[in-house]
């Protein structure tokens, strides 16, 4: 039985995604993209299907032991990226620190004119570094690291599906541009959008990622205390 289970989670986590891959090479545009099409269609099946979340990650949780490995995966651009990332090294620290910055601040002053509630806005605060990080850093506010993992998972999939719109209206065309604005803004996801422009833009969204992580660690609870 937990066998059976455990194949249904993995084979329609990973059908559900090499069909939305599919569909994105031929209807190239961004509300196509993979990760937001096959999470919608899981999230649709479970729901008609009246299969409970804890029966599909008995499968989908090995998905969850791929990403440290996919994540450490980026160090090959990097490193092959890497004479560009030293050239731009103090504008990507300087950029992506004031890109910390706005994400926290803009998050938890929205949440506050919205009136949600004391939890809802210390878990919005992070929303924009990788999960890991964000549900500690959740946790370290007050608030709920679950809701955390959510609005990451929104900041992620939103920024990597408004990114192509966004880079187009301002004309952003440079590599460096792209990938710290993903890399800042939508963490892994808009890391693996990024390579999708190019390697440099993965390897300068990959460096992003990490700084902007540990930056948000650190001035999360200033930003909180000051603007809170």
Not at 73 to 90: H, I, N, T
Not at 95 to 115: E, K, M, P, W
């Given at each position: 039985?937990?066998?059976?289970?455990t194949l249904f989670g993995?084979?329609?986590?990973?059908?559900?995604?090499?069909?939305?891959?599919?569909?994105?090479?031929?209807?190239?545009?961004?509300?196509?993209?993979?990760?937001?099409?096959?999470?919608?269609?899981?999230?649709?099946?479970?729901?008609?299907?009246?299969?409970?979340?804890?029966?599909?990650?008995?499968?989908?949780?090995?998905?969850?032991?791929?990403?440290?490995?996919?994540?450490?995966?980026?160090?090959?651009?990097?490193?092959?990226?890497?004479?560009?990332?030293?050239?731009?090294?103090?504008?990507?620290?300087?950029?992506?620190?004031?890109?910390?910055?706005?994400?926290?601040?803009?998050?938890?002053?929205?949440?506050?004119?919205?009136?949600?509630?004391?939890?809802?806005?210390?878990?919005?605060?992070?929303?924009?570094?990788t999960a890991p990080v964000?549900?500690?850093?959740?946790?370290?506010?007050?608030?709920?690291?679950?809701?955390?993992?959510?609005?990451?998972?929104?900041?992620?999939?939103?920024?990597?599906?408004?990114?192509?719109?966004?880079?187009?209206?301002?004309?952003?065309?440079?590599?460096?541009?792209?990938?710290?604005?993903?890399?800042?803004?939508?963490?892994?996801?808009?890391?693996?959008?990024?390579?999708?422009?190019?390697?440099?833009?993965?390897?300068?969204?990959?460096?992003?990622?990490?700084?902007?992580?540990?930056?948000?660690?650190?001035?999360?609870?200033?930003?909180?205390?000051?603007?809170?």
């Open positions: 039985m937990i066998v059976g289970m993995f084979s329609l986590t990973l059908l559900a995604y090499v069909l939305a891959k599919a569909l994105y090479k031929k209807i190239r545009i961004p509300f196509l993209l993979p990760v937001l099409t096959a999470t919608a269609s899981i999230m649709i099946l479970l729901t008609v299907f009246n299969v409970s979340y804890e029966t599909y990650y008995l499968g989908a949780q090995w998905f969850d032991h791929l990403l440290g490995p996919a994540v450490v995966a980026l160090a090959l651009p990097l490193y092959r990226q890497l004479p560009l990332v030293k050239k731009y090294l103090k504008t990507i620290l300087v950029s992506v620190s004031i890109g910390a910055v706005i994400g926290v601040s803009t998050g938890l002053l929205l949440a506050g004119r919205l009136g949600v509630t004391e939890e809802l806005q210390l878990s919005i605060v992070p929303k924009s570094v964000a549900m500690d850093v959740a946790v370290s506010l007050g608030g709920v690291p679950a809701l955390a993992a959510v609005f990451v998972a929104v900041a992620g999939i939103g920024g990597s599906v408004i990114s192509s719109y966004v880079f187009q209206l301002a004309h952003i065309h440079h590599p460096l541009a792209r990938g710290i604005g993903l890399g800042c803004a939508s963490h892994a996801i808009g890391t693996a959008k990024a390579l999708e422009y190019g390697e440099q833009e993965g390897a300068i969204s990959s460096i992003a990622m990490t700084i902007s992580a540990i930056v948000v660690s650190i001035i999360a609870p200033f930003l909180v205390f000051l603007l809170y």
